[in-house]
């Protein structure tokens, strides 16, 4: 919403920004949690093996310890990497040292951002390379003022984003990917329930002989 803003000025709104960004991971993470507990319901009740051979479902169950591992892997990466890199700088800020923590530029989203037309990153890219055809053409095709507005420092549509910026998506995909990871595992290991009612839609109960001792 700040880097690449969908509407004019929302990057300078920050009240508004928050209460976007609260409300919409508020309404997915509902939806994503109906959805895989949904899901888990369904392969308990209404799945059967016989008329779902060798479809997509079959094949997601059967290298369901691929995907889990995968999203495993996926999780532990982002959670070492981006928790390190905050313990080594606040580290590093308490001993009285600012000159040394690792900061990480997000050339990617910078590369994004300059390929729209801001040009105070350095790269040579679609409108933010004057020598380009993109940015020769775009003059008579583009809304007037567009490249000065989105470099002019007093307006900030573009915001600048840095090392910050890299650090609070990683920790965001964090809870992301794990979040999926705990709901995905839930769905896919779904029939291998325990439980007495989810076993009758099975058809694999068997009721013990019972004894009486005196």
Same mark, same amino acid.
């Given at each position: ?28 993470? #509902?939806?994503?949690?109906?959805? #895989?507990?949904?899901?888990?319901? +369904? ?7 016989? /008329? ?8 997601? %169950?059967? /290298? ?11 999780? %532990? +990466? ?10 080594? $700088?606040? =580290?590093? %800020?308490? +001993? ?6 690792? !900061? @990480? ?20 890219? !679609?409108?933010?390379?004057? *020598?380009?055809?993109?940015? *020769?053409?775009?003059?008579? @095709?583009?809304?007037?003022? &567009?490249? $000065?507005?989105? $470099?002019? $420092?007093? *307006?900030?549509? +573009? %915001? ?22 705990? !709901? ?20 694999? =109960?068997? &009721? ?5 001792? !005196?």
């Amino acid at each position: 919403m700040y880097s690449l803003p969908a509407y004019a000025f929302i990057a300078q709104d920050f009240t508004t920004q928050a209460a976007l960004y609260t409300h919409h991971q508020y309404i997915a993470g #509902f939806i994503m949690t109906g959805a #895989f507990a949904h899901g888990a319901i +369904f392969f308990i009740r209404d799945y059967n093996p016989e /008329h779902n051979e060798d479809n997509v479902l079959a094949r997601m %169950l059967k /290298h369901k310890e691929a995907i889990i591992s995968h999203l495993s892997w996926a999780s %532990l +990466f982002l959670g070492f990497h981006t928790l390190g890199l905050y313990v080594h $700088n606040d =580290v590093m %800020l308490a +001993f009285g040292t600012p000159e040394k923590p690792i !900061l @990480i530029e997000p050339i990617f989203a910078q590369w994004i951002q300059s390929a729209h037309g801001k040009t105070s990153y350095g790269f040579d890219i !679609l409108l933010s390379s004057t *020598n380009g055809p993109t940015f *020769n053409t775009g003059r008579s @095709i583009w809304l007037p003022g &567009w490249l $000065n507005a989105i $470099n002019d $420092n007093s *307006n900030l549509l +573009f %915001l600048t984003i840095g090392p910050g910026d890299f650090l609070v998506h990683h920790a965001i995909a964090l809870g992301l990917h794990t979040t999926t990871l705990i !709901l995905v595992k839930g769905a896919l290991d779904a029939r291998g329930s325990k439980l007495m009612p989810d076993k009758k839609d099975f058809g694999s =109960v068997r &009721w013990p002989r019972t004894r009486r001792y !005196l």
